[in-house]
């Protein structure tokens, strides 16, 4: 019997239509549920140094009409400038606050003992006495604070400034209290440099009115936010936050009170401009530049 020979057909196309049918509904399904991101822009103007620069010539009479504010950013201290002058330095101790990879603890240490024990060939200790990396600790950084110190001379080393905050846990300051004249709950702390919280400055009971540096804040105190408020270091961040806040409002009716100059060397962290940068703008300043401190 005769074996039949198949004959190799050609290969038939796909039908696309289902699937252009598929993709014509789920397109504009998948476009009506996507959910855009919004940007934010921080205008940020670096001016060369040589804009800073006056060649020896007097400087230009300052326009009466304009502010002229500043902020400047020392290893030291923090300090406002105007077309008037400048305010008292607000002097800080630099604290780096560190979260352990060992135990996920926040442990927080002054830089100069960072420094000294790095120097000896220790890495800083966790709560759980286990050592960071001598060569990665910086990389366990979660917050730089710059604890606010009262000083009565240049050369007198202060006490730290204790405050009333706020919390969400864990210890940390949330916002600083003022009372009705605007003025921080803050007293000098006791001991060596003041590092010793005062006894005088107790936490406030449930049913104390108290406000925070924001608008209209005034409230009285749950019980549940009074058990969670800490007596904390106050932030040099926030002293230098009311003082704008007030600034703002006293001079409001200037051309340029919404700029702000923030002045700081080569050497200061990017934490540090950034925390400067956010605390200007929630003051009510929406310019802000950036300059460098000191000459070429």
Known sequence: MAKRIKVSQGMEEPDLLPAMGLFTILIPMLLSMTAFQKLAIVEVNLPERSMLELNGEPPPEPDQQ????SLAATKDYL?????????????????????????????TYSVE????????GAGPKCKDGKEMDKEKYLYEIETIELWAIQKESEEDPGRILWALYSSQGENVP???YVDGNNAFYAL?????????PPPALTKPAAGTALAT???NSARKLTADAARSNIVYPLSAY?????????IHAQFIDLDDVNDIIIV??????????????????AAGFSKVNLAKLGGA
Do not use: H
């Not at 000098?188 to 590092?195: F, I, W």
């Not at 962290?269 to 703008?281: G, N, V």
């Open 79 to 107: 300090v406002i400038g105007a077309r008037g002058g400048f305010q008292p330095n607000v002097y800080f101790k630099e604290m780096w606050t560190f979260r352990c990879k060992s135990d996920a603890q926040l442990v």
């Open 213 to 215: 540096l924001d608008l």
């Open 238 to 246: 926030d002293v230098i936050s009311k003082d704008l806040i007030q």
């Open 174 to 176: 949330d916002s600083v």
């Open 264 to 281: 700081a060397d080569d050497n200061a962290q990017f934490d540090k401009i950034i925390s400067l940068m956010d605390r200007a703008k």
């Open 66 to 69: 304009t502010l002229s504010l």
């Open 188 to 196: 000098p702390g006791e001991g060596d440099l003041g590092a010793t």
């Open 113 to 120: 003992d960072v420094e000294r024990t790095v120097s000896a």
